[in-house]
């Protein structure tokens, strides 16, 4: 398997103010590179702010798989994948697990190229939650190089003891 993933950095904000300096550091990571199949993601995404109870839903931002192999078929499959969110050090309280993360592809934004190109979850209705790595796109026929975009929504749920911190986490876009 051969992927290209990008790292979004998402800020989640558990009661009160954010304090000066806490947005995340944007990271992008290549992790491995097919020659012609790319995918690009925003280096970071702020959640906003919310309580003990509360949940949060965002966009996270356009991703782009560009795909300008000459193979027939030339299929792909992205994928997503979150950790944890957590604030000052982790422990009791300072957790949001992925059990409380949800995101949803959302339809196609931009596409240009032959192929069928599928959203993995194209409604807020067929949301999943990011305990393991999930489906986001699919361009499952066609033989013409192809790009697609979408802008996915992350929903976290914050758990009613979650302690009062600016939370951070990784979600993860991979091609193959």
Same mark, same amino acid.
Not at 1 to 4: A, D, K, N, P
Not at 53 to 63: D, E, F, I, K
């Given at each position: 398997? $051969?992927?290209?993933a990008a790292l979004v950095s998402p800020?989640?904000?558990? /009661?009160?103010?954010?304090?000066?300096?806490?947005? @995340?550091?944007?990271?992008?990571?290549?992790?491995?590179?097919?020659?012609?199949?790319?995918?690009?993601?925003?280096?970071?995404?702020?959640?906003?702010? !919310? /309580?003990?109870?509360?949940?949060?839903?965002? %966009? &996270?931002?356009?991703?782009?798989?560009?795909?300008? #192999?000459?193979?027939? @078929?030339?299929?792909?499959?992205?994928?997503?994948?979150? =950790?944890?969110?957590?604030?000052? !050090? !982790?422990?009791?309280?300072?957790?949001?697990?992925?059990?409380?993360?949800?995101?949803? *592809?959302?339809?196609? =934004?931009? +596409?240009? !190229?032959?192929?069928?190109?599928?959203?993995? +979850?194209?409604?807020?209705? +067929?949301?999943?939650?990011?305990?393991?790595?999930?489906?986001?796109? %699919?361009?499952?026929?066609?033989? +013409? #190089?192809?790009?697609? *975009?979408?802008?996915?929504? &992350?929903?976290?749920?914050?758990?009613?003891?979650?302690?009062?911190?600016?939370?951070?986490?990784?979600?993860? $876009?991979?091609?193959?």
């Open positions: 398997m $051969h992927f290209l800020l989640l904000l558990v /009661g009160g103010v954010a304090p000066p300096g806490a947005a @995340p550091v944007p990271r992008v990571r290549a992790m491995a590179l097919v020659v012609g199949l790319d995918i690009t993601v925003p280096p970071t995404a702020s959640l906003g702010a !919310g /309580g003990p109870g509360a949940t949060l839903s965002r %966009s &996270l931002g356009t991703v782009t798989v560009n795909d300008t #192999r000459t193979t027939n @078929p030339n299929t792909w499959t992205a994928t997503v994948s979150a =950790t944890a969110f957590i604030t000052a !050090g !982790g422990g009791a309280g300072k957790t949001i697990a992925t059990t409380q993360v949800s995101y949803w *592809s959302g339809p196609v =934004t931009k +596409q240009n !190229g032959g192929g069928t190109k599928v959203p993995g +979850q194209a409604t807020a209705a +067929q949301a999943v939650t990011l305990t393991v790595p999930r489906v986001a796109f %699919s361009k499952t026929s066609g033989n +013409q #190089r192809n790009s697609v *975009s979408w802008a996915p929504t &992350l929903r976290v749920a914050i758990p009613a003891a979650a302690v009062t911190g600016v939370y951070t986490g990784t979600i993860t $876009h991979s091609v193959a």
